[in-house]
């Protein structure tokens, strides 16, 4: 069998994207004025949107990372299973060879 047909994959499978950036949690927010914090409260959340995206996006390629490693795996064991169940057709070719080489020794030295 040859193994090393599945194990080589481009670069860019085995690179995962950076991982989402933390949200900023500015501390001077708590020393200001609570209507100032209102405020802000009330605009559009535009970069806990930005992170969202970002996450899935970053979540999305993940998944496909996973996707196609276990595509990698699944063909690996599929080749192992067929290259096992060969050997184990060998081995008993092999014990049967053996098994009438004995008895034709045992013929000849009777």
């Known amino acids: 069998g040859n ?12 690179r995962l994207p950076p991982p989402p950036p933390q949200m900023q949690h500015p501390d001077h927010l708590h020393h200001q004025h ?7 409260m009330l605009l559009p959340p535009v970069n806990l949107i930005a992170v969202k995206e970002h996450s899935m996006r970053w979540l999305q390629e993940l ?8 595509v990698v795996l699944e063909t690996l064991t599929t080749q192992l299973s ?29």
Not at 4 to 10: A, D, G, K, V, Y
Not at 83 to 110: D, K, P, Q
């Open 82 to 110: 067929d290259e096992l169940a060969e050997t184990i057709r060998n081995l008993e070719t092999v014990r049967a060879n053996v098994l009438e080489t004995e008895e034709m020794l045992r013929r000849l030295y009777e």
């Open 34 to 40: 609570s209507t100032h914090a209102e405020q802000q």
């Open 3 to 14: 193994l090393e047909s599945h194990q080589t994959r481009p670069a860019s499978d085995q």
């Open 63 to 70: 998944h496909r990372s996973y996707q196609h490693r276990q």
